[in-house]
């Protein structure tokens, strides 16, 4: 009996994840949905300009919070669900780590995305390459890159693993 959990709703309609004891977290929730018997998804209420509007949160058995907060979280399926972070789509697990996906193959380089973070890792060492924001093949081993603090681009050599020191308005190959 102990280890049965529950929703608790308070007088203002607020949720908290509970067991026979008592809450096990505060009234933070508008909603809570079972996942698992040890991971839920929580909706948590944010208030931003007078605009009510919901965020999304793995908390585990104990109430603790043990993810980022995201705009949406899908349906878990093996594990996996579909989720939208800073207003990028990607997957996450139960536990709400962010899931990379394999862009494509470039020799002994593979490139990954994460939720619109972009990087090479190198299938020998596991090294990976700064974090960009765009990256986009234009011949050979070179790559136009943009990292998420400029507004420029840089060319990006995969085999110095290295991008330019200056950024620029456009890059061409001749």
């Given at each position: 009996?102990?280890?049965?959990?529950?929703?608790?709703?308070?007088?203002?309609?607020?949720?908290?994840?509970?067991?026979?004891?008592?809450?096990?977290?505060?009234?933070?929730?508008?909603?809570?949905?079972?996942?698992?018997?040890?991971?839920?998804?929580?909706?948590?209420?944010?208030?931003?300009?007078?605009?009510?509007?919901?965020?999304?949160?793995?908390?585990?058995?104990?109430?603790?919070?043990?993810?980022?907060?995201?705009?949406?979280?899908?349906?878990?399926?093996?594990?996996?669900?579909?989720?939208?972070?800073k207003g990028h789509k990607g997957c996450i697990d139960i536990n709400g780590i962010m899931?990379?996906?394999?862009?494509?193959?470039?020799?002994?380089?593979?490139?990954?995305?994460?939720?619109?973070?972009?990087?090479?890792?190198?299938?020998?060492?596991?090294?990976?390459?700064?974090?960009?924001?765009?990256?986009?093949?234009?011949?050979?081993?070179?790559?136009?890159?943009?990292?998420s603090d400029e507004s420029n681009i840089r060319l990006f050599s995969l085999k110095l693993?290295?991008?330019?020191?200056?950024?620029?308005?456009?890059?061409?190959?001749l």
């Amino acid at each position: 009996m102990k280890n049965d959990l529950f929703k608790f709703e308070n007088f203002a309609g607020n949720i908290a994840l509970g067991n026979y004891s008592g809450t096990l977290c505060d009234y933070s929730y508008s909603d809570i949905k079972t996942i698992d018997e040890c991971h839920f998804v929580a909706s948590k209420k944010i208030q931003t300009n007078e605009t009510p509007s919901v965020n999304y949160i793995i908390i585990n058995e104990k109430g603790k919070e043990i993810s980022f907060e995201f705009s949406e979280i899908g349906i878990f399926n093996n594990g996996i669900a579909n989720a939208i972070y800073k207003g990028h789509k990607g997957c996450i697990d139960i536990n709400g780590i962010m899931q990379e996906e394999i862009v494509k193959d470039y020799g002994d380089y593979t490139l990954y995305e994460k939720f619109g973070i972009s990087y090479f890792r190198n299938k020998v060492t596991n090294a990976e390459t700064d974090k960009f924001q765009a990256v986009n093949h234009i011949f050979k081993e070179f790559f136009i890159v943009k990292r998420s603090d400029e507004s420029n681009i840089r060319l990006f050599s995969l085999k110095l693993n290295k991008a330019t020191n200056k950024s620029f308005y456009g890059i061409t190959h001749l």
